[in-house]
């Protein structure tokens, strides 16, 4: 939304593109915790399922708030649809407790993680067809037409609430901390190479 507010400058960007510069960083530290799939998706699968499993479940518990109507029940299917690849596969769930939070995480922070790693998804999933790897259910699932799009666009409407969208940003950049924790957990002698 352009903002015209005559004692603010214009300004294009919205609370999305903002989002996606300031957990860049944080999106490429997790990524490289996910590099041992990307190098062996047929021999890493499961490991990846597992951290999946239980990133989704620690997302799901930390949501404050009810998910969206673009979001709507992705999250719990996801969950349920890894658990279910997990069994298929006859690979076990993480060791150890469950993974948490350190705090609740905005609706909205949960939303854009769970929408938003969908794309990547796409990538992931190119992946493991050309490595000669069948596609589990939880690499098909995805969010209706325009959803993303949609949730974008309502992230932007919240772009003049200071104090909401510097939450999201912070709980965002916690959630993907959430990714990097199971990802360690999957692959403990994965080096982390990041920044
Ligand atoms: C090896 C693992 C991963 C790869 C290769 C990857 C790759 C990608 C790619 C290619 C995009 C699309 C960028 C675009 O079209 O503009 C994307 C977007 C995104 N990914 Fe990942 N990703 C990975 C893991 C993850 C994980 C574990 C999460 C955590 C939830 C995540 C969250 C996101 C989000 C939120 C976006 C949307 C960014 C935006 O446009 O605002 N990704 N990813």
Do not use: K
Request: net charge neutral; with cysteine; charged share 20%.
């Amino acid at each position: 939304m352009l903002d015209t507010h005559p004692s603010r400058p214009a300004r294009a960007s919205g609370l999305h593109p903002h989002l996606r510069e300031a957990t860049r960083a944080a999106h490429l530290r997790t990524e490289d915790a996910f590099a041992p799939f990307l190098r062996a998706p047929v021999a890493e699968l499961g490991p990846f399922l597992a951290a999946q499993l239980g990133a989704a479940r620690a997302l799901h518990a930390a949501r404050d708030g009810t998910p969206v109507a673009e979001e709507n029940s992705l999250l719990c299917d996801l969950g349920d649809a890894y658990e279910n690849d997990l069994r298929e596969i006859g690979h076990a769930p993480l060791p150890g407790n469950a993974i948490l939070a350190p705090r609740p995480l905005d609706t909205l922070a949960v939303g854009y993680l769970t929408l938003g790693a969908r794309l990547g998804t796409a990538v992931l999933a190119r992946a493991l067809t050309a490595a000669g790897g069948t596609l589990p259910r939880s690499f098909t699932l995805s969010a209706p037409e325009g959803a993303w799009r949609a949730f974008r666009q309502r992230l932007d409407t919240h772009s003049h609430d200071p104090a909401r969208s510097a939450r999201i940003v912070a709980d965002v950049v916690a959630g993907f901390d959430l990714h990097r924790a199971a990802a360690a957990r999957a692959w403990p002698h994965h080096e982390d190479r990041s920044p």
